[in-house]
């Protein structure tokens, strides 16, 4: 069974920046695609970005140029670095990893993102 452990969310003031990291136990992680996901009260749970084993990353547009998803495959870790936040960036954010052998995904238990005004 794969875990994913997220760390990193937090209050801060908008503007203001934070970094989400996710650690996988899974020796299949380098070929894994890792994804951040949002999900704000109310809400659908939505895409925020991922990046593939290859390290090809893909956004939702209205983080496009304030967010940054990166990997460490030693480390069996992705990152998300949020700068520029703002209040309607408050969600819980969850880390996904779509494994393809076999091909399962699994979530995180998520972690909370609140951005005061």
């Known amino acids: 069974q794969v875990q994913l452990v997220e760390s990193g969310g937090g209050l801060v003031h908008s503007g203001g920046s934070l970094r989400l990291s996710c650690t996988a136990s899974t020796p299949l992680f380098n070929i894994a695609t890792m994804g951040w996901h949002r999900q704000a009260p109310g809400k659908k749970r939505e895409l925020v970005a991922s990046?593939?084993?290859?390290?090809?990353?893909n956004y939702a547009d209205f983080v496009k140029g304030r967010f940054t998803i990166t990997r460490d495959n030693a480390k069996n870790r992705v990152y998300l670095e949020m700068n520029t936040l703002k209040p309607e960036d408050t969600a819980v954010y969850y880390c996904?990893?779509?494994?393809?052998?076999?091909?399962?995904?699994?979530w995180g238990q998520g972690t909370q993102v609140t951005v005061s005004s």
């Open positions: 990046i593939t084993g290859r390290s090809n990353a």
């Open positions: 996904k990893l779509d494994s393809p052998l076999p091909r399962e995904t699994y």
